[in-house]
C-alpha cells in the first residue's frame, strides 16, 4: 500500500508556471485541444505521398483531406471540405445509417478512397462524388443527383467509379461518358450492392460489392430485408417527432437474407453463387485472389461458432469449403485474409488460444504458423511481398500498450518490433517497399504521425504535433495527470489492468471522490497507454480521481479471457467492476463513501448494472444510451455473447437491468439518451424510467432531441452531456452532497 501512495505522489512534480485551469467552453471549442491530427491515414499505393483527414482549425466538426509528399514539402490540403459541402444538403436515410454504422460525426471530408494506381482520389462529400486526379492537380465533381452516392470506389486498373444510388449499383466511366446502372429493381427491402444493418453495425462489413482485380467483374450482394420485423420507434427532434419503421433484426427473429451474385461488367449479366442450403447464415467477407480467378468467400453460421472459407469459381458460382475455424465459444472475424501472388494467403486464427498469424496455399492447407505465444495479434497492417513481409500490430509484452512488429512468411521467426514501446502505435504500409505512415500516442504524447521505412528507421513528420509552445494544449500542459497503471486478479485468477490519473495538487493524506469510467464490453477497451480525451482534464481539475479496470471480456487478450463472459453479460464483467471498487475503496486516499460510475453504450448498461447490486458501493452514475434488456438488441452481437433468448433463459433474465431496478438508491441516476437512437433504441431507456417511476424511485435524465448512437454528437451536445455530468456529480460526490 505505502509503494502505491508513493507513485501515486511522485506523480505530482510538475511545473507551474502554465497551470492554467481548462473550461468546458475551450475543451469543446477550436482548435481541438489535442492539436492537428492526421485521421484515415493512407499511403499512396506507389508510396510516394501520405493522405490524411485533418479537422479544421476554426471548426473542429469539419473535416478537410490533406496529402504530404514523402520526399518533403509541407503537407497541404487537397479537398476543403467545407468549400464542396452545400449548407442545405439533407443527407439520405442510407447515407445517414451508413454514417452511424461508421462512427462519421464529422462532416466536410469524412472518408476517401485512392485506386490502385495511384492516380486517383475518390471523397464523397455531403452525398455527392469528387474526384482528385493527382497528374493534373485538379478536383472535379463526378456526381450531382438528387439522391446520395454512397460506397464509392474506383475501379483496380482506374477505369470507372462505382457507387450505389437508391439501392442499385451504378458504373460511370473515368474517361468520360454516361453512367449506367449494374443493376435494376433494387428497393429499401431488395437492394443491390449493399451492406445490411447487420454486417455494418456487428460484422464491421460496410460494402456489399467488390471489384476483380481485372476489373471485368464485381461480386456484389443482394440482400433481402422483407422477413426481418419492423420495430416502430419515434425520431424525436428539435421540432417535432416521425415514427420510424425500422427494419431491425432482434436477438431471436429473422435477419436480413442475403445472396451473393458476380457480374459482368460488361453485359451486366450475374451467376449466382452457392452459399450452401441454409440462407440463415452471415455473409461475412468477400475479397478475390490476386489473379482474379477465384473468389474467397467468408460465410458465418447463425450462431457464429463456425467459420467457412469459401473458394467461389466466378464463372460458375461453385464454391467449396477449403477452411474451417470452430469454436465452442463464437469465432471473430478480422480483416487479415490477404491474398498472396503465388497463390496463397494469410489468415489469422484464435485456436492456440490467442490470435496468431498462418500462412495457407491456395487450397486451404496450411503450410506454417507464423507467430505464437502468450499474447494476441491486433489486426495485420500490411503485406511486402517482395520481401515475404507481414507487418502487424500486437500487445505482445503488455495488453496496454501496441507496438508493430514485423515477421517472415517465408521463414517466420521471433518477430522483429519496428517501434518503440511505451505507447500505442497504428500504422498503414504501403504495398511495396515495407513503408509505413505510422501514428504514435501515450498519455503525455498527443497523437503524432510520421513516415518510416521499412526497418522502422524515421523519414519525416506528417503531422508532428508537439506538445510545444503554439499547441492548443500548452497552457495546460502542467495540469495534464499522467496515469498510473497496476493490476489485480479477478476471482478465476486471471489479470485485470487498471489506470488511475489523480488530481492537480494531489495529496495523498486527504480522501478523494473517484468516477470510474467503464464501458467493459467485447468491442473496446479503456487501460491503455493512449493520449486521453483533454475533456477528462475537467473532472481531474473539479477534484475527482479518475479510474478504469478492464473487465474479462474487454478485447486485446487471450480467449480464456474474452470468452469468461460467454453466456453470463452482466456476470463476471460486473464482479470485476466490483472487484475494482473494491481495491478503490481500500485505498487510503479514496473516501468510500463517494464513489461515482460512468459510460456510454456497452459502458451504460455497466453503470446501470453496478448501480443496482445490492448494496452498490456506487453512490452515483451517469448511464449513457444503455442497453437495459438484451432481448431488445440485435441479433449477430446478443447471440454472439449471449445465444438467445430461447436457448439461454436464465442468461438473459440475470443479464436485464429491468428487473433489478429496485435496488437503485434514490436520487443516484442520471439517465442520458439520444431520442432518434437506431441502434440502442430509446425503448432501452423507457422501460428504466416506467421501472423506477413504478417504483417510487428518484432519479434524473438528459434526453438529446435527433441524436443517434454516435452521429450527432458534435461539440456543442458534447459539451451538454459532459457539463450535465459534472454538475450531477458534483451534487452527489462533492462534500456536503
Known sequence: MKLIIAAVAATMSLSVAHAEVLTPERVFASPD???????????APDGSAVTYLKGKADD?????????????????????????????????????????????????????HWDEQGKYILAPVQGDLWLYERASGQTRRLTATPGDEVDGKISPKGGFVSYVRDDNLYLMPL??????????????????????????????????????????????????????????????????????HQRYPRVGRPNAVVGLYVADVATGARVKVDLGPNPDIYLARADWSKDGKILYVQRLTRDQKRLDLLAVDPATGGAKVILSETSPHWVPLSEDLKPLKDGGFLWSSERSGNKHLYLYAGDGKLVRQLTSGDWPVADIEG?????????????KDTPIERRLYEVSYAKPGEPKALTPAGGWWTADVAKTGGTFAGTYSDPKTPPRTGLYKADGSFVRWIEENPLAAGHPFYSYRDRLRAPE??????????TLHWSMRTPYGFDPKTRYPVIVQVYGGPAGALVEKKWEAPADQLLLDAGYILFSIDNRGTPNRS????????RRTGGPDVEDQLAGAAYLRSLPFVDPARLGVTGYSNGGYMTLMLLTVPNSPFAAGVAGAPVTDWTLYDTAYTERYMGTPADNPEGYRLSQVTGRLGEMKPGALLLVHGMADDNVIFENSTRVLYGLQARGIAFEMMTYPGLRHRTGWTSKPLMHRTVATMEFFGRKLKPGS
Open 485 to 494: 497503471f497496476g493490476t489485480i486478479k479477478a476471482s478465476d485468477g486471471q
Open 33 to 43: 485541444l489535442s492539436g492537428p491530427q492526421a485521421r484515415g491515414v493512407a499511403l
Open 559 to 566: 480467449v480464456a479471457f474474452k470468452t469468461a463472459i460467454d
Open 383 to 395: 503485406v511486402d511481398e517482395a520481401r515475404h513481409a507481414v507487418v502487424f500490430a500486437a500487445s
Open 60 to 112: 473542429v466538426d469539419v473535416t478537410d483531406l490533406w496529402i504530404a509528399d514523402v520526399k518533403g514539402g509541407a503537407p497541404h490540403m487537397l479537398i476543403d471540405g467545407r468549400a464542396l459541402s452545400p449548407g442545405d444538403h439533407q443527407l439520405s436515410e442510407a447515407e445517414k445509417s451508413r454514417r452511424e454504422r461508421m462512427g462519421l460525426k464529422t462532416h466536410g471530408v469524412v472518408e476517401y
Open 175 to 244: 474517361a468520360g461518358g454516361a453512367e449506367r446502372a449494374l443493376s435494376t429493381g433494387g428497393s429499401e427491402l431488395k437492394s443491390w450492392g449493399t451492406a445490411e444493418f447487420i454486417a455494418q453495425e456487428e460484422l464491421h462489413r460496410f460494402t456489399g460489392y467488390w471489384w476483380s482485380p481485372d476489373e471485368t467483374k464485381i461480386a456484389l450482394a443482394h440482400v433481402d430485408q422483407s422477413g426481418v420485423d419492423v420495430i416502430d420507434r419515434v425520431d424525436i427532434g428539435a421540432t417535432g417527432g416521425t415514427v420510424v
